[in-house]
């Protein structure tokens, strides 16, 4: 028995759950729901966006990355900040599904399906850029080590190199990852279908599945190797990415710093998109009972820790560079804070740094709408630090005579929503058409939970 007025956590899943309202509840999403006036007209506004994405990619295999506003100096530009930022958003999908299953931490089990999905699309959107960034995209192969005729091989000290094997081995890990966990509740909708051909798909994709102990040993094992290897994962691939920039002499990017700075950073941008998504879904399909405020408040207390880190590494790099002596790195920062860009650069500092530190209030936390406003800021908060990194570093190098502003073309920003609509498109489908929360886990939280309440 708690002692009186001793504080008690928030429950993690709605009082009143059995295991039959907890699949009745998930699985009528899918199969009785059907496709409301809503998931229509967002469908069809990611579908429009989707096509001006076809749109650009078309005009830019015609016409070469000049469509863009790349130029020397800044040969690097929106391609490479977008695929940074959308990069750092498939970071929380795994960080929930992998790391905290090995944990043992039970509130991932009412958001970690569709956090692993969005880390999917995330990632899909991220794959675009480099490649297209390369001009001739249809030799996108040249970068993989085949046996060719003409003895050509890839640069393997050039971490563009290595970003193809990160970014190629995590994707890999998390459609595997995902996949396994679905197998389950795919079988439960192969079971609950009415129409045939829901039956046959559910059950292909099912793969046999029937629940017996020999299945559950393997999925469970399954489960636990394949945690195991995306962990590492989630620390190595921000990692590679963030030597795209540190192992360069420019002022700005040459930094021990960025690895852990780049991951905390992901891991920031990525839970902001996981609430950002979580706070309209509990909403619209009346999930408040599955995905609680205990959710939405550890999941703040998590952006606000890897804000701090992130805090850390502006004070760092701020720090040092004014303390190490280097002329150039100085004249960076100095650029930084009062050059051309400098209003984008206290922009960022608003949106990472000031505005979340609101999340030490309790109140605030608990504050559905305020969530979601701090989510976004730091979604765009942490899209402007990408900006600063790669553009602000590149525009004024070490030769003043070709100093020169970046602005983006009405290309750029197009092909960057274009994406917006590549990840919604896939994003509207999977909650159509797959169960957007773990049956199994949730139904396994349930009998843990009804076991402690007998216990006490």
């Known amino acids: 028995m708690a002692s009186v007025g001793s504080h008690q956590p928030e429950p993690l899943i709605g009082p009143g759950h059995t295991f039959e309202t907890v699949t009745d509840k998930i699985s009528s999403i899918v199969l009785t729901r059907g496709t409301t006036p809503g998931w ?14 076809n749109l650009v990619i078309t005009l830019l295999m015609i016409k070469g990355v000049g469509i863009w506003g790349i130029k020397i100096p800044t040969a690097w530009g929106f391609a490479i900040v977008n695929f940074v930022w959308w990069i750092g958003i498939g970071h929380a999908g795994t960080l929930i599904s992998a790391i905290l299953l090995l944990l043992h931490q039970t509130w991932r089990t009412s958001i970690n399906r569709f956090a692993e999905a969005m880390t999917i699309f995330a990632v899909m959107c991220a794959g675009m850029f480099p490649l297209l960034h390369m001009g001739r995209p249809w030799l996108f192969y040249y970068l993989m080590p085949y046996p060719n005729p003409m ?8 971490p563009l190199v290595w970003d193809v094997f990160a970014v190629s081995t995590y994707f890999t890990v998390s459609v595997l990852f995902w996949f396994v966990g679905l197998i389950p509740d795919l079988a439960t909708l192969r079971d609950r279908a009415k129409n045939k051909a829901s039956q046959i798909i559910y059950g292909i994709l099912a793969l046999g599945w029937r629940g017996s102990a020999v299945h559950w040993s393997r999925y469970e094992m399954a489960s636990l190797l394949l945690a195991g290897l995306a962990t590492p994962l989630v620390l190595s691939v921000h990692t590679v990415v963030s030597f795209d920039f540190t192992i360069g002499i420019i002022p700005g990017w040459h930094s021990t ?9 992901a891991i920031y941008s990525g839970f902001a998109m996981v609430l950002t998504l979580a706070i309209p879904i509990r909403r619209v399909y009346h999930l408040e009972d599955l995905v609680t405020e205990r959710h939405l408040d550890i999941m ?4 606000l820790a890897t804000g701090l880190i992130v805090t850390y590494g502006y004070i760092s790099e701020t720090f040092m560079a004014f303390y190490g002596g280097n002329e150039y790195e100085r004249y960076m920062m100095m650029n930084r804070l009062a050059g051309p860009y400098a209003h984008l650069y206290w922009l960022l500092i608003s949106c990472n740094l000031l505005i ?7 109140r605030l936390r608990h504050s559905i709408p305020w969530l979601f406003f701090i989510s976004l800021v730091v979604n765009m908060g942490m899209w402007l630090e990408r900006f600063v990194i790669v553009v602000v570093s590149l525009h004024r190098d070490f030769l003043p005579s070709s100093w020169a502003m970046y602005y983006p073309t009405r290309w750029d920003w197009a092909t960057y929503l274009g994406t917006f609509g590549l990840f919604f498109f896939f994003f509207y489908l999977f909650l159509r058409f797959l169960p957007m929360i773990s049956i199994v886990e949730v139904r396994a939280l349930v ?3 009804s076991e402690e309440q007998v216990h006490t």
């Open 40 to 53: 229509v007209f967002g469908f069809f506004i990611a579908f429009c966006l989707l096509m001006l994405l």
């Open 151 to 158: 003895w050509l091989w890839p640069q393997f000290r050039s």
């Open 257 to 265: 710093i960025f690895p852990p700075y780049f991951v905390a950073g």
């Open 300 to 303: 703040a207390k998590v952006m």
């Open 356 to 362: 979340p530190q609101s999340l030490w209030s309790r």
């Open 447 to 449: 009998h843990e939970t």
